[in-house]
């Protein structure tokens, strides 16, 4: 079983946890402007990466907050976790943001 560290609680199973996917993601910002495929693609296409990747994390059944792994796929060892930082509002993901 893998223990995952929540940044609050400390070491946990995995069972405790819920997986967000990918991390560092930035919604587009004017969505009325993608065509089907564009927003497809933002909503289900992910990198499957083998190696280092980063992913969010929701301790579900602990405090419930949310945090990112980086975690090797092949080995599965978890070499960091990085919370969310206090006060950067939704438009901060954005910066940098083209579509």
Known sequence: MLMIECPWCGPRAESEFSCGG???????????????????????????PRGVHREQ???????????MATRDTVSYQIQGYDTFKTGHTPADAHEGNKQ
């Open 22 to 48: 990918e991390a560092d993601i930035a919604r587009p910002l004017d969505t009325d402007k993608l065509t089907d495929k564009e927003w497809g693609d933002y909503l289900f296409m992910r990198k499957n």
């Open 57 to 67: 994390w929701m301790h579900t059944q602990g405090c419930r907050r949310w945090f």
